[in-house]
């Protein structure tokens, strides 16, 4: 069985730039959720795909989106970067949409905005 | 404003010993609640879950507790190990709707030897 998983590891972009991050959910898994985590906060959700679409959506601005393709596997796009948009950033994958509590969490993709 | 609260951002205990973690929360919506645990470089794994319906739930070390009127629960680890050291973080969701669960700050635990 594999786990979740997220690409990059890191990186480093300047403000104002666009950025993609990209998250694999574990094996039979057809939901995933994204998470950003700012230094001493716990994780805050962005927003949920359950079967390619949108499926809940946390305080965010519409310069975060996200897709999710047909293989469950997904990902998070952020233009026009702020400083305050460095963070970690956790992609989580579940079974069934909002029928599902627990929650597989991949290590995550630190971004820092200079 | 913070709907779910930990308000040790650390704590330190000897190995053997009991850990107790808190977490507080205002939403009288919320009706499931959880912990992960997270180690460095790693993302959080689930480690135990209470529905509002209970008071208690057992698995192995741990055990969470939910006082519904206090809105309070608490994460005890007993005993306590070293590999247990990692942060951990209190989320709670509402019932119904879409999942969208609301994480608290975290406390860093430390099991010294």
Same mark, same amino acid.
């Given at each position: 069985?594999?786990?979740? *998983?997220? $690409?990059?590891?890191?990186?480093?972009?300047?403000?104002?730039?666009?950025?993609?991050?990209?998250?694999?959910?574990? $094996?039979?898994? %057809?939901?995933?959720?994204?998470?950003?985590?700012?230094?001493?906060?716990?994780?805050?959700?962005?927003?949920?795909?359950?079967?390619?679409?949108? %499926?809940?959506?946390?305080?965010?601005?519409?310069?975060?989106?996200?897709?999710?393709?047909? %293989?469950?596997?997904?990902?998070?796009?952020?233009?026009?970067?702020?400083? +305050? +948009?460095?963070?970690?950033?956790?992609?989580?994958?579940?079974? +069934?949409?909002?029928? $599902?509590?627990?929650?597989?969490?991949?290590?995550? *993709?630190?971004?820092?905005?200079? | 404003?913070?709907?779910?609260?930990?308000?040790?951002?650390?704590?330190?205990?000897? !190995?053997?010993? #009991?850990? #107790?973690?808190?977490?507080?929360?205002?939403?009288?919506?919320?009706? &499931?609640?959880?912990? &992960?645990?997270?180690?460095?470089? !790693?993302?959080?794994?689930?480690?135990?879950?209470?529905? =509002?319906?209970?008071?208690?739930? !057992?698995?192995?070390?741990?055990?969470?507790?939910?006082?519904?009127?206090?809105?309070?629960?608490?994460?005890? #680890?007993?005993?306590?190990?070293?590999?247990?050291?990692?942060?951990?973080?209190?989320?709670?969701?509402?019932?119904?709707? =879409?999942?969208?669960?609301?994480?608290?700050?975290?406390?860093?635990?430390?099991?010294?030897?």
């Amino acid at each position: 069985e594999t786990g979740v *998983t997220q $690409s990059p590891t890191h990186l480093i972009k300047t403000r104002g730039q666009q950025v993609t991050l990209r998250c694999s959910s574990q $094996s039979g898994h %057809n939901t995933v959720s994204w998470y950003q985590q700012a230094l001493g906060q716990g994780p805050q959700f962005i927003f949920q795909y359950y079967r390619e679409e949108e %499926n809940g959506r946390g305080n965010f601005p519409p310069r975060f989106s996200g897709l999710q393709f047909p %293989n469950y596997s997904s990902e998070l796009n952020v233009n026009a970067l702020e400083l +305050d +948009d460095s963070a970690l950033y956790l992609c989580a994958s579940s079974l +069934d949409g909002t029928r $599902s509590i627990e929650q597989y969490f991949g290590p995550g *993709t630190r971004l820092t905005v200079t | 404003d913070q709907q779910v609260k930990q308000n040790s951002p650390s704590l330190s205990v000897q !190995e053997g010993r #009991i850990s #107790i973690l808190n977490c507080d929360y205002t939403n009288s919506m919320f009706d &499931y609640f959880l912990w &992960y645990k997270k180690y460095p470089a !790693e993302g959080p794994t689930f480690l135990i879950s209470i529905s =509002s319906i209970k008071d208690k739930n !057992e698995d192995g070390r741990f055990t969470v507790f939910l006082n519904k009127s206090a809105k309070h629960l608490s994460l005890h #680890i007993v005993p306590s190990q070293p590999g247990d050291s990692a942060v951990y973080f209190c989320a709670a969701q509402p019932s119904g709707g =879409s999942y969208i669960p609301t994480f608290g700050r975290g406390t860093s635990l430390i099991v010294h030897p």
